[in-house]
């Protein structure tokens, strides 16, 4: 599993601006997950990095979750709105893990209360789920020319100018 230390030594352009957008929105990414007939789902999601784990919780029930539960596969777009992409934005695409850890639960829950006053300490996860990163890829527009930056474990990032 790629931990987000380890993804963000190799990978840290892309850690970078998926970290600034993330921050920029409000920590608001889209979740794309495959629904059950194999169509494709976007959902909006707030995933958070903690322990050293990016993780994607949520509120229970939910349909992006079912998804994830039956087939791990994802993708995690930063939001935006602007189309010249002035601020890049980044991809995130992996596998997740649901890890039942009560402990874990619980410190992520009084994690987020203290960080901004969102009350869930003591309830139950129904998923609790941590990404295992397998690629990633930034756009941003640098001396007017289109950068993609793309990474995937162990090859380092590498750049495509258009």
Same mark, same amino acid.
């Given at each position: 599993?790629?931990?987000?230390?380890?993804?963000?030594?190799?990978?840290?352009?892309?850690?970078?601006?998926?970290? !600034?957008?993330? %921050?920029?929105?409000?920590?608001?990414?889209?979740?794309? /997950?495959?629904?059950? #007939? @194999?169509?494709?789902?976007?959902?909006?999601?707030?995933?958070?990095?903690?322990?050293?784990?990016?993780?994607?919780?949520?509120?229970?029930?939910?349909?992006?979750?079912?998804?994830?539960? !039956?087939?791990? %596969?994802?993708?995690?777009?930063?939001?935006?709105?602007? /189309?010249?992409?002035? #601020? @890049?934005?980044?991809?995130?695409?992996?596998?997740?893990?649901?890890?039942?850890?009560?402990?874990?639960?619980?410190?992520?829950?009084?994690?987020?209360?203290?960080?901004?006053?969102?009350?869930?300490?003591?309830?139950?996860?129904?998923?609790?789920?941590?990404?295992?990163?397998?690629?990633?890829?930034?756009?941003?527009?640098?001396?007017?020319?289109?950068?993609?930056?793309?990474?995937?474990?162990?090859?380092?990032?590498?750049?495509?100018?258009?």
């Amino acid at each position: 599993m790629t931990t987000w230390s380890e993804f963000t030594a190799q990978a840290p352009e892309i850690a970078n601006i998926f970290t !600034r957008r993330h %921050r920029a929105t409000g920590n608001l990414c889209m979740l794309a /997950t495959l629904r059950a #007939d @194999g169509s494709p789902r976007i959902s909006p999601v707030e995933p958070r990095v903690f322990e050293d784990m990016l993780v994607i919780a949520g509120m229970p029930g939910t349909t992006k979750f079912k998804d994830l539960a !039956r087939d791990p %596969r994802f993708c995690l777009h930063t939001a935006t709105v602007d /189309t010249m992409v002035g #601020d @890049g934005d980044a991809k995130l695409f992996g596998t997740v893990t649901d890890l039942p850890d009560k402990e874990v639960h619980r410190r992520f829950a009084q994690a987020l209360f203290e960080e901004n006053g969102f009350d869930i300490r003591g309830e139950e996860f129904d998923h609790f789920f941590v990404a295992d990163l397998t690629s990633a890829s930034t756009v941003e527009i640098v001396n007017d020319k289109l950068h993609i930056t793309i990474w995937k474990p162990g090859e380092g990032e590498r750049v495509v100018e258009r």
